[in-house]
């Protein structure tokens, strides 16, 4: 176990199941995510939390605890006794340290700072691989000249529309933009993954599944926590499609805890024939994963322009 103090950090409970270690390199985020947990997290009101700022002394302080942590890792007497490790390893992220957990490694004012940057090569430097987890778009494309083998590159997705987006999401880099950084990072042979967390409008999730399967590795399925509009949602019902959905397109597949609580079955034992997913609009009555969202969307403007 890594002795507390250090900036690399093992992350509990949800976060653990990203990845086993973390670095938080900025105090709040910019982005200004309606359902963030951040706030609540670091007990610190939203207005607060907004006015994110560089961590005092924390490329410093990473220099320094980069190799204790490392010595740890590979001392013999304590490997396999991390907390986090096992979900993270069913998540494929083992050895990997994640910016950020609390904030967006590249948020707005890391255009400034360029902290993230300056991690990932002193991760690099010590032997540790790095997963990246943004709403930023392309403002992350400036490093992946750093991301090689054993690194990852992830996007949170949760909305198709610009319209839902900038309503949950104000201040984030809207879908199209993440869509076509996530296709330049797998073109340039970085592993992908997508989180599909949180949940705001299940029919916009699985949609995003079916358009970004082709240059995606993997699946993180979650649910929306800290929010009264999970209650809307038909978990199970939204959750067994999901899951059926991105086994169909071979896709490497993580179920996080929450999810699998909730649809209350063995995912392992969850057939493999992917259902005849319904379209907006065809599901009636009281039926249904939850309120068909307020703006409806293309497939193909949303693809209009990305890069190839």
Not at 67 to 91: C, H, R, S
Not at 129 to 134: G, Q, R, S, W
Not at 258 to 286: H, M
Request: with cysteine; aromatic share 8%; charged share 25%.
């Amino acid at each position: 176990m890594l002795r507390k103090g250090l900036v690399i950090y093992e992350p509990k409970g949800r976060a653990g199941e990203y990845c086993p270690l973390a670095l938080n390199l900025y105090r709040g985020c910019g982005h200004g995510c309606i359902y963030c947990y951040g706030p609540d997290t670091l007990h610190m009101g939203r207005p607060e939390f907004l006015k994110a700022a560089p961590r005092q002394g924390i490329i410093e302080k990473l220099q320094k605890d980069a190799p204790t942590a490392m010595d740890t890792l590979n001392n013999p007497d304590i490997q396999g006794m991390f907390e986090g490790l096992q979900p993270a390893a069913e998540a494929g992220a083992t050895g990997n340290v994640w910016l950020c957990v609390t904030s967006d490694s590249y948020q707005p004012i890391d255009e400034i700072h360029q902290l993230t940057r300056q991690a990932i090569i002193i991760l690099h430097g010590h032997g540790f691989n790095v997963t990246i987890l943004t709403k930023a778009g392309k403002r992350a494309q400036r490093d992946f000249d750093l991301l090689g083998p054993g690194d990852q590159f992830a996007v949170t997705l949760t909305c198709t529309s610009e319209e839902l987006s900038k309503k949950w999401e104000p201040r984030a880099a809207l879908p199209r933009d993440r869509i076509d950084t996530l296709k330049k990072a797998h073109d340039r042979g970085i592993y992908t993954w997508v989180s599909i967390e949180p949940v705001l409008y299940p029919e916009e999730s699985l949609e995003l599944i079916r358009m970004t399967h082709p240059f995606v590795d993997e699946y993180k399925l979650g649910i929306l926590n800290h929010h009264p509009h999970a209650a809307t949602i038909n978990w199970r019902e939204y959750g067994a499609t999901a899951i059926e959905l991105v086994r169909s397109l071979g896709k490497k597949l993580y179920i996080k805890r929450d999810l699998s609580k909730l649809i209350k079955e063995n995912p392992s034992r969850l057939s493999l024939k992917a259902p005849r997913i319904a379209s907006y609009g065809s599901r009636k009555g009281g039926s249904g994963f939850s309120a068909t969202p307020p703006t409806s969307f293309r497939r193909d403007s949303l693809f209009a322009g990305l890069g190839q």
